[in-house]
């Protein structure tokens, strides 16, 4: 597979405009370039399409008269769904036509977006998202091992550029749904982001397969050696206490900041933290390349942590500060952690990027919902503390690997 250096890539994000100017004819090409602009509009699509859940709880508890417990269901049953094809996907990638299973993904997600929209109960709700999430896992499952070999000795930093495109997106999230209750319907939210999605799989559709060639299948009994190796397991992780902490700011900020905050700005609170991600994820992808990744996630760890014992003890417009420190500093916390491990084993690029899936998707799936129990029985104070209690015991996992040395690389 080719590789790029830091000005290949550099060329191939600044192109974006240029890509979207060309013809459906012209854009039919076999390159690298069309890869990467399709697939960072389609993590920036399904980045908006994430927050849109977080922004829209409150108007979900007034169209569906629930409570906050139940209300916590939502990022479970998205996430349940997105467990199962990332794995079945993402084990599976060498034996899979790519391109065929882009462009189906997104035109079914696109058509399930609309089904949520439509959905009469909020029953036949949750049943969209985890229907919506099976799709978004067989989109997310290729992404990253797709860009993993095109960008073979930049991992790092096209991770974290290609996340940027997903905080782009995740952060218009919010303000599409503010635009959609404006005008009187949230449900208008979801309808334009499935329209969003067709051209993603048109672009898809017009470019050809990728060369996957070094990629090796890996059998699901073969999933315990991986784990063993340290740095996968290190991974698995901290990536699960990571997303205790970002499935929190995802599905609750928006709420919990509405307790001091008019409606509009609290929903702008989640777009103020996800747009800090953008300049985070930019730096992240520049000091990738020049600080060992294991020692950058620990001290930008340490730093998150006392940014979110300060969000529990602010409220009001000072909480929008301390938000934005919040975003910036765990924004490139995932994608570095997985290009570190990816780096270990990348032949098995797939099931890395699976397992770092799994062990976030089982924290969206049990902490927002967890969450709800506890702001329902004490307070949702509380709740949100344990968003710093989680952080701390990610610096001191990261910091324990990295005395022992085993970092694995």
Do not use: C
Not at 27 to 51: C, H, I, P
Not at 122 to 150: E, K, M, N, W
Not at 194 to 201: Q, R, S, W
Not at 214 to 229: C, S, V, Y
């Amino acid at each position: 597979m080719p590789t790029a250096t830091r000005t290949e890539v550099g060329d191939d994000v600044a192109g974006f405009g240029h890509f979207l100017s060309l013809s459906l004819e012209e854009t039919a090409v076999t390159n690298r370039r069309g890869w990467t602009v399709g697939l960072f509009l389609s993590v920036g699509t399904l980045g908006a399409m994430l927050q849109l859940r977080g922004a829209l709880l409150a108007s979900f508890g007034e169209t569906y008269a629930v409570t906050e417990g139940q209300l916590g269901l939502v990022a479970t049953a998205a996430s349940v769904g997105t467990l199962v094809t990332v794995v079945a996907v993402g084990m599976s990638i060498s034996r899979l036509d790519v391109k065929r299973v882009l462009v189906v993904a997104a035109v079914i997600l696109a058509g399930l977006l609309v089904v949520i929209g439509s959905s009469p109960t909020y029953a036949t709700l949750l049943v969209g998202f985890v229907a919506a999430g099976l799709a978004r896992g067989a989109l997310h499952a290729l992404d990253r091992p797709l860009l993993g070999h095109l960008y073979s000795s930049e991992r790092g930093r096209i991770y974290n550029l290609q996340d940027m495109a997903w905080a782009t997106g995740a952060s218009l999230g919010p303000l599409l749904a503010t635009a959609a209750i404006a005008v009187g319907e949230w449900r208008l939210a979801y309808y334009a982001l499935g329209a969003a999605l067709l051209p993603v799989a048109v672009i898809f559709w017009r470019l050809e397969s990728p060369d996957l060639e070094d990629e090796e299948a890996m059998a699901i009994a073969d999933l315990r050696a991986l784990l063993r190796m340290p740095a996968i397991g290190t991974m698995g992780g901290l990536m699960l206490l990571l997303s205790l902490v970002e499935s929190g700011m995802f599905t609750w900020l928006p709420y919990y900041a509405g307790q001091s905050l008019p409606r509009g700005v609290a929903n702008l609170s989640l777009s103020i933290y996800l747009a800090s991600y953008i300049p985070g994820r930019y730096v992240y992808s520049v000091a990738s390349e020049r600080i060992d990744n294991l020692r950058l996630v620990l001290g930008s760890g340490i730093l998150a942590m006392g940014a979110l014992v300060a969000f529990v003890l602010v409220d009001g417009y000072a909480m929008l500060v301390v938000v934005a420190a919040v975003g910036f500093l765990v924004a490139g916390l995932f994608p570095t952690l997985l290009a570190w491990a990816t780096n270990t084993v990348p032949e098995y690029s797939g099931p890395v990027n699976a397992l770092a899936f799994v062990a976030s998707g089982v924290g969206f799936m049990l902490f927002p919902a967890g969450m709800g129990v506890v702001a329902e029985a004490y307070s949702l104070e509380l709740a949100m503390g344990l968003l710093a209690v989680a952080m701390g015991l990610f610096a001191l996992l990261a910091g324990g690997i990295l005395v022992a040395g085993r970092d694995g690389v």
